[in-house]
């Protein structure tokens, strides 16, 4: 079971505008790649971009969206004039890299500039830049596994405090499988959706939260 983050009809245009944000922001603006990926990660903008908001990721350009996650993260200092460029920077890469990674995923900004902050992107762009963008997609899927070594599901296990039996008991699926998604001996992936929804709901989290990458 895959679930994106919205339409894949919306991918293309997100792309570019993520990748023209950050440029943007970081190129114009003179604001220094961590900052501006934390501003962006924690923003309510970030969020709106991750559900597929139609504004976000088809009705709005780069500079609007860089400018709207400065303003909302409290930035006083004077911005330039909205400019975008044919040639693509590194940074451009790296947004719009991360916006395919993001639909695709369905992680949050913040979980993937955790495992991999901008200046981590940047370094990957004179080897990746060219490639099919699959092959960053395997590299950063790999980085999201030595980050956040246990799965999804244990975590927000975790986080709710409940036990491996407690969790059964409360949800309705099996110790047995729930051990088995936890120790990776099953892929949470290819159950059936009705499983993740009974765990979802015990959790207290979104179905797509419990898929891993």
């Given at each position: ?185 099953r892929d949470i992936n290819k159950t059936s959706a009705l499983n ?18």
């Open positions: 079971m895959e679930i994106h983050a919205y339409s894949e009809i919306y991918v293309e245009s997100a792309q570019n505008i993520l990748g023209h944000m950050f440029d943007f922001a970081i190129n114009e603006a003179g604001i220094s790649e961590d900052d501006f990926s934390k501003r962006f990660a924690i923003s309510k903008s970030a969020r709106q971009f991750e559900i597929g908001n139609p504004r976000y990721v088809a009705g709005i350009t780069g500079p609007e969206l860089a400018k709207e996650v400065l303003l909302e993260s409290g930035y006083t200092g004077e911005l330039p004039e909205d400019v975008m460029y044919i040639d693509r920077s590194p940074e451009y890469w790296a947004g719009w890299v991360i916006a395919y990674y993001q639909w695709l995923r369905n992680y949050s900004f913040a979980y993937i500039f955790d495992a991999m902050d901008l200046k981590f992107l940047l370094k990957l762009y004179s080897t990746y830049h060219e490639m099919d963008i699959e092959k960053f997609v395997e590299t950063a899927d790999e980085r999201i596994k030595e980050y956040y070594p246990d799965t999804a599901l244990k975590r927000y296990r975790i986080l709710a405090g409940l036990s491996q039996s407690e969790l059964a008991e409360e949800s309705g699926v099996s110790l047995r499988l729930i051990q088995m998604f936890e120790q990776r001996q993740i929804l009974k765990l979802s709901k015990t959790l207290f989290v979104r179905m797509e939260d419990l898929i891993e990458g």
